[in-house]
């Protein structure tokens, strides 16, 4: 499409990139067919086509009110519309620069503003979400319904049988985000992908330094806070990466796809850029790393009494953001699970980082749609790879929800 940026817009760090990606859009209209909000609420502004539009008129000047941020606030950044676009449009990249602008323009109401700082300020810091976890789940009995339904119940299902990590051992090291959430939502998760690896003759070499990998703030429009966040990750793997780490491993699909990005998002800093690419080159999802390795000494362990039918949970940031869409499901089958059919596997389950807190009615909405699919199949568990749609699915209490690859390792004599 035609653009014609403002004065203003064309000093924005990313203006180039902006006008670049808005002219690749033919305005067609795939994208709305795949779009979970536009298909919920039917309105054009809630689907990536009209959501261009608002950022392109915003960039060319024209005026913008809390209607324009409540119709970007609404998506999902799933990016399924960059899997369905023909004319490959990098809509996530243009909305984050919306976003940012936007934020500059409209001030938030106070409850909103209040909201996104204690998000920024309690998710990324484990310690602090840990400790507020706890207090939470204590005093869930005396808080009102509404409130003591968004504190995550603590889950035997994921929380059972969590062993201890086995020291490095073997030539072979990589690096793992421990991830912000995980450790005290599903402790299990990184120690069973560590084992599972230790399996495979790949020994996992911490790394202390490293925290949360940006992604909360950065998509709470606080971007700059984001980054600094992973210059520290960067600062904290590089001595490892010298000394020959293989990969950084990544259990949470989330965290992966924003770790990938670190190359374009730093490019433009001289200190970074090369390092920051260097980084997302090395990044895995566990999947990718586990459909490189001989599979074969999994396999022959696996008793087959112990064929489960589970559906999985493919999420957007893995499908859409990461293109590994198939990949698990695939080592699954290999395994000897019995995967079931889940209808619509494109959608988004709700969860989307902090959209379940952020637009609770959506994300309940889209929760009950993506478990309906899954649980049409009658499995016996669901299985997934990210840790914001694992515990957003199983707090709905219906079929338990895990990381595949605890189900795995659980199967392992």
Known sequence: ???????????????????????????????????????????????????????????????????????????????????????????????????AELERRIERPLSERVLREGLRRVIPRPAVFNALLKTGRAMRPFLPAALGRKIPKRSARTNAGTHPRPAPRHPRKMLMLEGCVQPALSPNTNAAAARVLDRLGISIVNAPRAGCCGATDYHLNAQEAGLARARRNIDAWWPAIEAGAEAIVQTASGCGAFIKEYGHLLHDD????????????????????????????????????????????????????????????????????????????????????????????????LRNNRLDALESGKPEMIVTANIGCQVHMDGAGRTPVRHWIELVEASLP
Do not use: W
Request: glycine content about 8%; hydrophobic content about 35%.
């Open 1 to 99: 499409m035609q653009t014609n940026l403002s004065d203003a817009a064309k000093t924005l760090s990313r203006a180039d990139e902006a006008e670049q990606i808005l002219r690749a859009c033919v305005h067609c209209g795939f994208c709305n067919a795949t779009c979970p909000t536009y298909q919920l609420l039917g309105n054009e502004l809630d689907g990536p086509r009209g959501r261009i539009y608002l950022i392109k008129q915003m960039l060319e000047g024209e005026p913008v009110t809390q209607k324009t941020q409540l119709h970007l606030d609404r998506c999902l950044s799933c990016r399924n519309c960059e899997t369905t676009c023909p004319s490959g449009v990098t809509y996530h990249a243009l909305l984050d620069i919306g976003r």
């Open 270 to 365: 001289p200190r970074y850029a090369s390092k920051a690419q260097r980084v997302s080159e090395l990044a895995r999802d566990l999947v990718e790393v586990l459909a490189n390795e001989p599979l074969g000494q999994l396999q022959a362990s696996l008793p087959g009494q112990t064929r489960q039918r589970i559906a999985f949970h493919c999420p957007c940031t893995l499908q859409h953001a990461q293109k590994l869409g198939g990949a698990v499901e695939s080592i699954l089958r290999q395994l000897g699970f019995d995967l079931t059919a889940v209808p619509e596997g494109h959608l988004c389950c709700g969860s989307a980082g902090t959209y379940s807190i952020t637009q609770p009615e959506l994300a309940q909405r």
